[in-house]
């Protein structure tokens, strides 16, 4: 035991007391006990005191970093609730963007893959691997004489605006001299629940463009708006229809024109079809 837990036991057993000093007795105060056990008693209450103002002083040099330790961790706690409620204000943006800002016009690509070629003067599918690279072109071979057609059904998104539309081709063309000139038109009609499919398309419009190189792809310039036939709102299904004009004057390249795609532009009401 060490001298401290000793003196500590002695003040606190009746060790020293009011009794004579004996053998039995060896802490009484009494039979001139006093002049041995009062000193003693003294130097055990000053080791008690001196290992009491050693505690004290633990405890007084552990307060600063205690405190400091509890700054840390309200700063931490901060720190936190700032991060959170940057957080939550990011995703707030995010959504006002999404659900307002992203809206307004948008694409809507079609390739010549989707596209069917109609049983009446329909295109012709074709397929080819490019010589020295080896792309795969999927395309529709359109007649110079005979106004041919392919369409494409497309499930229109739910914030489309119901309003008109545009396009512009993407195509190609095979080797000749002279007169580069072709004419693609597209028409449309919607189709919604219960409504029937065999309905009369709308009035086409027109992309007129010029080639001139074999083995290049060119993109005509963008069509006047397109009204789509029925009462189109988002949702429906859109019959796309696009076309050769042969007999449109500017329509002179004495070759196939080959469509290989068309861009298709809409306007949307929100940015999200959730």
């Not at 040099?61 to 205690?66: E, F, K, N, S, Y």
């Not at 545009?166 to 190609?172: G, L, T, V």
Request: aromatic share 8%; glycine share 10%; with cysteine.
């Amino acid at each position: 035991m060490s001298a401290y837990s000793d003196a500590v036991t002695r003040l606190t057993t009746a060790y020293y007391n009011s009794g004579v000093k004996s053998v039995a007795n060896p802490g009484g105060f009494a039979g001139f006990g006093h002049g041995v056990n009062f000193p003693a008693a003294l130097g055990d209450v000053g080791i008690v005191f001196a290992n009491l103002d050693a505690s004290l002083a633990l405890i007084a040099g552990a307060a600063p970093a205690a405190s400091a330790a509890a700054a840390s961790a309200s700063a931490a706690a901060t720190s936190a609730t700032n991060a959170a409620t940057a957080k939550t204000a990011a995703e707030t943006a995010r959504d006002v963007a999404v659900a307002a800002g992203a809206a307004g016009r948008q694409t809507i690509p079609l390739v010549a893959a989707s596209m069917k070629g109609r049983q009446t003067n329909g295109a012709q599918g074709v397929i080819v691997e490019l010589a020295t690279n080896k792309q795969m072109i999927a395309y529709f071979a359109f007649d110079t004489s005979v106004s041919e057609a392919v369409q494409v059904l497309v499930p229109m998104p739910k914030a489309y605006d119901g309003g008109t539309v545009s396009f512009r081709p993407r195509w190609r063309h095979g080797a000749t001299t002279v007169n580069f000139g072709v004419v693609v038109g597209c028409r449309a009609v919607a189709v919604g629940d219960n409504e029937a499919l065999d309905a009369a398309f709308g009035t086409a419009q027109y992309s007129t463009d010029t080639g001139g190189t074999t083995g290049r792809q060119y993109i005509g310039p963008e069509s006047a708006a397109i009204t789509i036939a029925g009462t189109p709102v988002g949702g429906e299904s859109v019959f796309f229809e696009f076309f050769r004009a042969t007999a449109d004057a500017n329509d002179n390249m004495a070759i196939d024109m080959d469509l290989i795609g068309a861009d298709l532009f809409i306007t949307t009401t929100k940015g999200t079809d959730i």
